[in-house]
């Protein structure tokens, strides 16, 4: 994916009062790529080293437990 391309999460817009499991769904289908996307301007890439913490289905749980 072109780095033009990459979605802007901060115009996503995810229902707070769905579960977990459909806040995720819907937050992986506006995103498309969990690992490349932008925050305005500022281009992300998530790497996950495997040694410490979650995996990156676990940290997008709990930050899809967060209420507002």
Do not use: Q, W
């Not at 500022?42 to 495997?50: A, D, E, L, P, R």
Request: net charge positive; aromatic share 6%.
């Amino acid at each position: 994916m072109k780095e033009r391309e990459l979605v802007d999460i901060k115009n996503i817009a995810v229902d707070t009062r769905g579960s977990v499991a459909a806040r995720m769904k819907s937050y992986l289908a506006a995103v498309g790529d969990p690992y490349r996307f932008r925050v305005g301007k500022t281009h992300v890439s998530v790497v996950f080293s495997g040694r410490e913490g979650g995996t990156l289905e676990s940290e997008l749980e709990k930050i899809c437990m967060r209420k507002g």
